[in-house]
Every structure is written in structure tokens, then in C-alpha cells.
């Protein structure tokens, strides 16, 4: 599943993938909705996102813990849930519906998938997953937020010898919300831990994932693999970590079309509700029409990547170059379409907006997805 | 509940009885649709046996392997998908075992009398009038249909005509089965951008339609054809298709084929195009997985809207990229095609047959309205037609 060179023929007909929310998923979403509910609803997630720390650290302890949503990709036998891809999505997109701050992706998703590429059968990998998986540390990869599946990956950090590293690396998400971090290095990858490091702090675009560089000064770390091994632990986990954020902006997308049908059917001008106007309604229903092809995308990469189909790099590819854009474009509806109210501070589409943005940039561009389109799909460039 | 066991036997008695090889095909469909092996969810006696729709496929299947006969369904897709489901749900029992055998086994062709010149999106508002003959106590038709599929081949029509203009448009509408052989009936081919006349004209002068013909109460007419509407929705969008098929499939084959052609804005514009398609293609297997699961979503109200334009992007596209070639088209030739294949002919072809996606079978304006309606909750525009005795209205 996480060979960078295995391809798929555009026309190979592989089981269809279930499309579909099983219960058990159903009922993960309605436990993660009510935690946010109670305690991430917008002002709160406004008034944090100013500070330097948006994160609620009780909101964490539950989410992770409590709900176990951060060991959904571990296996039982490693401390973990033993689900899958599938339930993270639906994790995911409730997160992006109440576009939380929480370390989620790069903790739970990214960093999982990385300890998981490694050999966990060492008690190094092994201690060290079971800690994240129970939500008791938050572990992030060391890597730009902007690397994709299928790019080169960073070199900006050395091994002095015995794992020391010097060298840096970002703008790496949610390392100021880190115990540990994963660090690439060219003698392999690295735990390593957030006090040996330096966090430049940026300021971000999308206030709810904050961004830093992560500098290191001789830092040592404990080695987790080889190159060979970090770099195909390193590149699954973009995978997988591209394919899930499908999901948090199908998540986004659905709280903006929701929140912005709800304001024009309230919103009296020129003596009718403002939804009432075809112009706008017809913008809303290609807009539901975008949120329900995004919906079949995101749960396609998802569960191609919980059963391990060979379909999907390419399913992951697609929902990225097609959800990226919806996202953004329900976001600019939202503000759009509410008007006056849709610029201010106090009402949270921003946060939405910058969200939507920032998530169309990160792990892969729609643009660089559609490369890999092509890749996969044998249309080769001119 | 009859069981798959127990349909499998029958089919058995069926292929036994009449082997495929040694029987005529009509008498094989007509022993078939007896036997309740036509539509198996249809009643008893009417070519059904009141099994669950599903069980259909098992039917189906078994018969295709003994190499039986089939209805050859897309030549009678009118009768099948937009009468018959009407006539089932609004006739009388001498209307069903009158109408439903020879539909069914194709040896009556039929067709749909909805659209007029000036009623198409507004199709309440037409204008056919239907007035009773005092004496007989039959109807008199007067006026014009257009985009008439199979009129040229079709035995029957279902037809809705007005019987009261001082009424609302809504009410004043009666639903009638039309004798397409009955004098006054003239049937002209209606020539389309693609040079092919797919469709038809119909007039219609002083064509007399007996009341035993009528479907359903005088005034029930809007009524009874928001039911063959809706299967005619259900039948637009419900088509299951691989990757790569439909209109990005001959786009993508040019592309690996003709590599002088590239150019990287096409390239751009086809790798977006593959991945909406795709994720297209996505959304109609999780919408038939929400049927099969009993769930269904709204999302079928959309499936037509996403694919108009599709179609009619990727078939643009597909000319640019031929270059010159794209210059050139197969045939401008007058013909009458019996199966439409929007795919079937050349990338010129294509282009222009796609600009009717947007347009037949609901017009994407109006599609829009419906979801933002229905889907949404959205309040509709203020209108004053609704009320308004039909004369009264503009036209």
C-alpha cells in the first residue's frame, strides 16, 4: 500500500469500495460531536486561537483518551483500537466541522502511521506508540506541513554521529502542542524529545493549527529505523495522512453549507428571506452538490486505505485534488453568502475559511494531486 | 414471500417448456411474462409474482445463461420506465391486462405526449385541449407535442391534455392513453444541432380518444404524471458505470494514444475533468449503496446535474484536443436513430448531443431549484401562477 512505485491501471476494476457509515461509526461520530459540543463550540475556539496555545488540553484528554480516538489506526496488540482509516476519517470530519485545535492529524494520524512504518516490534517504536495511541504524549512529525505524498523528501537535518542532530526543519504543525517529535535525518529517524529542541513560532494563516520551526542544535534523539525503513514509514504516512484529510474538509465544507443555508433562510431583505432569491439558491445546491461528491470521495480514500487496496495511492490522489477545492469554495460561500456579518471577527467563518485554506496547501496541493492523477491514471504529461 | 428458490424453479418450467432455441421469440416473451418472470415486482397476472424488486437480477441472470430471448429494453424504454409504472399505479384492471403484456414484450412501441412549444420547464401550463363529446362520451384532442421520442414507431402514447381552463393550470389536467394509429395523429421528425432527428413533432387534430382510455379521474391528470416524471428521473440517473466510463473514457484513449496532441493547458483541464468524473462516478456507487442499504439520500436529485455538465466539458475539451480534426464532423446526414449512445459517434457528435444534458428530462435551472428546495429547505420564489385560472394566464 505504501510502495511509492506501485501504480494502478486507470481501467483495473478493483471490489468497490463501502461507501457508507457503519454504526458502530455512527455512534463515534454522535461521542466526538457531543465532546466538541461541550467544549469547542465557536467563541471558545475564537477566544483560544489568540493565545498562544489554541489547544483545550481537557478537550485532548478525552478526545484521545477517553474516547480512545488517538489509537483508532493502532492495533490492540500495541495499546490501540484495533479500527482503522475509516473511523479516523469520521474523527476527522468532526473535527473539521467544529474546525478544532487539536493535534489530531499530526498525532494521531501522521505520527501513528510513521511508528506503525517502523519496526514495532522494538521496544523503542513500541513504548513509544502505545503512549500515543492512549493519548498519554502527543507525538508530531518534524516535516512541513505543506510535504506530499510522492515529493522528495527534507534533508535539513544531519547526524552528527550518535544521534545528534543538528539542522531544521518546518513550518511543522502542532510542535508547539508536542511531547516528542519525529525527526528525518539523513543516518534515519529520530524521537526526539520537544524540550531538546528550539520552536520559532510562525504566525499562522489558520489560527487552529499553529505552525513553528523546528530547530536542533545537537539534540539527540533515540533512532526509531534506518533511512530505508524512515523513508517508507515517512512516505505511508503521507499517504494515509492526505487521504484523512479529505475528511476534515468534507467536515469544514458541510458546517459551511449547513451554517450559511440556516443564515439565508433567516435573513429578511427586501421582504423575503434572501434564500428565497434563485441566485442564490441555485449557488447553494451546486454547492450541496460539491459537499455530497466530496462526501463519496473522502469515504472512498478512506476506506481504500483501511482495507489496504492497491487502488489507493490513486483514490487518495483524487479525493485530495477534488475536496481541497470544495473546502475552500463552501468557506468563501459562507462569507459570501452571509454578507456584512461574514467579515467580522466575532462570527467564526473565518476560521473556517483560514482553515480551508491552509488544508488546501497542506500535504499536497489540489495541483500536485492531479500530477499524481496522472501518474497513476496513465493521461502523461505533454 | 416467494423465495429465489422457488423463482429459479419457475424459470426452469419456463426455459422446459419453451426452449430458447426452438421458440419464437415473441411467443417465448409472452409465455415469460405469464409465468411472472417479467417484472417480478409487479402483481400477479400482470407479468409479476409481488417478489421483492431485487430478486429480479436472479431472474434475469438464469435466463441470459440459457441463452433466452430478451425485450430489448432500451427500444422500449418509454413503455418500461414512464408508462408502464403510471398504468400500474393509476389504471383500471381492464387498462393493466390490456396495456401491460404487449408493453412489456415489445410488440407495441410507446411513447410520451408531455412537452409543448409553449410548456416545457412550466409543463402545467399546456395547452392541448381535450374537450368531451356530449353524445359518445369521448374526448376530442386538439394541439401540439414536442421532443417526442418513438412517436414514429410508437403504438401508444400517454398523453396529458387540458379538459378545464377556468381552473388553476394544476387542476384543470387529465391523463389519457393515446392511440397513435388514431386519425388526426401526425407525427413529424424534429431535427436536431447533431443533424439527427431523435425526436418528433406530434399535432394532433380532432383525435378521438374513447373514455374507457382515460388514467385515472378527470382534473387527477398533474397528479398521475408527477408519477411518470419521477421514474423518469429514477431512470435518468441511475445507471452504474466503471471507471472511465461515460465521456471521459474516448477524451483519456485520444490522450494515450495521440501524443503530438498534448499541450499542458489540456493536460490540466483533463486531469481536472478525470478527477470530477471520477469522484462523479464515486457519488452515483455511494448513492446505489444507499439504496441497497435502504437509506436512499438526496443525492440522486443531483446525479443528472453533475453529469450534464460534465459531459458537456469533457466532449469541449475533447475537440480542442483532436486540433484540426476537431475542425471536421462524421455526418451531417439526416437519420432516425432507434438507440440514442451519446458516446456512439464522433467528438463533434458528442459535443453537441451533451448540450441536451442540461436540458431534456428537466432543465438544470430547474434541477437546481428542486434541490435547493426539496434538499435544502429553501423557501420557493414568490409566484402568482398557482392560483390563476389557466385562460387567465400569459402566454
Redesign the interface.
Known amino acids: 500500500m505504501t510502495d511509492e512505485t506501485e501504480r494502478t491501471t486507470?481501467?483495473?476494476?478493483h471490489a468497490?469500495?463501502?461507501?457508507?457509515y457503519s454504526e458502530t461509526e455512527e455512534e463515534l461520530r454522535s461521542a466526538v460531536r457531543a465532546l466538541l459540543a461541550d467544549r469547542c463550540d465557536a467563541a471558545s475556539v475564537l477566544a483560544r486561537a489568540e493565545t498562544d496555545r489554541p489547544y483545550d488540553p481537557e478537550l485532548w484528554s478525552t478526545l484521545a483518551g477517553g474516547i480512545g480516538a488517538a489509537g483508532l489506526l493502532v492495533p490492540e496488540k500495541l495499546g490501540g483500537q484495533g479500527a482503522s482509516h475509516r473511523e479516523a476519517a469520521v474523527v476527522l470530519e468532526e473535527l473539521g466541522r467544529a474546525v478544532a485545535p487539536a493535534p489530531y492529524l499530526t498525532s494521531a494520524v501522521l505520527a501513528t502511521e510513521i511508528l506503525l512504518g517502523c519496526d514495532t516490534t522494538s521496544a523503542e517504536v513500541a513504548g513509544l506508540l502505545a503512549q500515543v495511541a492512549a493519548g498519554a504524549r502527543v507525538c508530531v512529525p518534524a516535516v512541513p506541513l505543506t510535504l506530499a505524498p510522492g515529493a522528495p523528501l527534507p534533508s535539513g537535518v544531519r547526524d552528527a554521529g550518535g544521534g545528534v542532530l543538528t539542522g531544521s526543519a518546518g513550518p511543522v504543525a502542532d510542535a508547539v502542542a508536542a511531547d516528542v517529535l519525529l525527526v528525518l535525518a539523513d543516518t534515519g529517524l529520530y524521537a526526539v524529545p520537544a524540550a531538546a529542541v528550539t520552536l520559532v513560532r510562525a504566525v499562522p494563516l489558520d489560527l487552529t493549527r499553529p505552525l513553528a520551526t523546528v530547530e536542533l542544535d545537537g539534540a539527540t534523539g533515540t533512532r526509531l529505523g534506518d533511512p530505508a525503513t524512515a523513508r517508507a514509514a515517512v512516505a505511508g504516512a503521507l499517504l494515509s495522512g492526505a487521504g484523512l484529510l479529505a475528511s476534515e474538509q468534507l467536515g469544514i465544507a458541510q458546517w459551511c453549507l449547513t451554517e450559511t443555508?440556516a443564515h439565508?433562510?433567516a435573513r429578511h431583505q427586501f421582504n423575503?428571506?434572501v434564500?428565497?432569491?434563485?441566485a442564490?439558491?441555485?449557488r447553494?445546491?451546486?454547492l450541496?452538490?460539491d459537499v455530497?461528491?466530496?462526501?463519496?470521495?473522502a469515504?472512498?480514500a478512506a476506506d481504500a486505505l483501511a482495507t489496504g487496496s492497491p487502488d489507493a495511492p490513486l483514490t487518495v490522489a483524487?479525493a485530495q485534488?477534488?475536496c481541497s477545492g470544495v473546502a475552500v469554495r463552501a468557506a468563501e460561500e459562507c462569507v459570501q453568502l452571509h454578507g456584512g456579518i461574514g467579515m467580522t471577527w466575532e462570527h467564526p467563518a473565518h476560521l473556517y475559511l483560514k482553515r480551508a485554506k491552509a488544508d488546501a496547501l497542506a500535504l499536497g496541493s489540489a495541483g500536485h494531486h492531479?500530477?499524481l492523477?496522472?501518474d497513476f491514471?496513465?493521461?502523461?504529461?505533454? | 414471500m416467494i423465495t429465489s428458490e422457488e423463482l429459479l424453479a419457475r424459470v426452469r418450467d419456463l426455459l422446459a417448456a419453451h426452449p430458447p432455441g426452438e421458440s419464437d421469440r415473441t411467443d417465448f416473451l409472452r409465455a415469460r411474462f405469464d409465468a411472472g418472470l417479467a417484472w417480478v415486482h409487479y402483481p400477479e397476472g400482470l407479468g409479476g409474482l409481488g417478489a421483492p424488486r431485487s430478486l429480479q437480477a436472479v431472474v434475469d441472470a438464469e435466463l441470459e445463461a440459457a441463452g433466452a430471448p430478451g425485450n430489448d429494453p432500451r427500444r422500449i424504454g418509454i413503455g418500461l420506465g414512464m408508462a408502464a409504472p403510471t398504468i400500474l399505479a393509476y389504471g383500471t384492471a381492464e387498462q393493466k391486462h390490456r396495456f401491460l403484456r404487449p408493453l412489456w414484450v415489445g410488440e407495441e412501441v410507446w411513447c410520451q405526449l408531455f412537452s409543448e412549444p409553449g410548456a416545457g420547464s412550466d409543463l402545467a401550463a399546456l395547452a392541448t385541449r381535450a374537450v368531451r363529446e356530449e353524445d359518445s362520451g369521448d374526448w376530442i384532442v386538439d394541439g401540439q407535442k414536442v421532443w417526442t421520442s418513438s412517436a414514429h414507431t410508437a403504438r401508444w402514447a400517454i398523453l396529458i391534455a387540458r379538459t378545464d381552463p377556468a381552473l388553476p393550470k394544476h387542476r384543470g389536467i387529465t391523463y389519457f392513453l393515446c392511440d397513435m394509429h388514431a386519425p388526426g395523429v401526425e407525427v413529424r421528425p424534429l431535427r436536431q444541432i447533431t443533424g439527427e432527428a431523435e425526436f418528433n413533432e406530434v399535432f394532433l387534430t380532432g383525435v378521438r380518444i374513447p373514455d374507457a382510455h382515460r388514467l385515472g379521474a378527470v382534473g387527477q391528470g398533474w397528479e398521475v404524471a408527477r408519477t411518470t416524471l419521477m421514474n423518469e428521473r429514477v431512470s435518468i440517473g441511475g445507471m452504474r458505470i466503471p471507471r472511465e466510463g461515460g465521456m471521459i473514457g474516448p477524451v483519456s484513449a485520444v490522450w494515450r494514444e495521440r501524443p503530438e496532441l498534448r499541450t499542458h493547458a489540456l493536460h490540466q483541464r483533463l486531469l481536472e475533468l478525470w478527477v470530477e468524473a471520477e469522484v462523479a462516478r464515486l457519488t452515483g456507487e455511494r448513492l446505489r449503496q444507499q439504496l441497497a442499504a435502504g437509506q436512499p439520500g438526496p443525492e440522486g436529485s443531483g446525479m443528472k446535474l453533475t453529469f450534464a455538465r460534465l459531459n458537456q466539458e469533457i466532449s469541449g475539451l475533447e475537440v480542442e484536443l483532436l486540433g484540426a480534426e476537431g475542425l471536421l464532423y462524421e455526418d451531417w446526414t439526416m437519420r432516425r436513430p432507434e438507440i440514442v449512445d451519446f458516446t456512439g459517434r464522433d467528438a463533434g457528435y458528442r459535443y453537441l448531443r451533451a448540450k441536451g444534458n442540461s436540458i431534456e428530462g428537466g432543465t438544470s435551472e430547474v434541477l437546481l431549484n428542486i434541490v435547493a428546495e426539496r434538499v435544502l429547505g429553501l423557501p420557493a420564489e414568490p409566484r402568482d401562477d398557482k392560483d390563476t385560472a389557466w385562460k387567465d394566464l400569459a402566454r
Not at chain 1, 491514471?377 to 505533454?382: F, G, N, T
Open positions: 486507470p481501467m483495473a476494476s468497490p469500495f463501502d461507501l457508507l443555508v439565508v433562510r423575503r428571506p434564500g428565497s432569491f434563485q442564490l439558491k441555485h447553494l445546491a451546486r450541496w452538490l455530497a461528491s466530496a462526501r463519496a470521495a469515504r472512498a483524487v485534488a477534488y492531479r500530477t492523477v496522472a491514471a496513465e493521461l502523461p504529461s505533454p
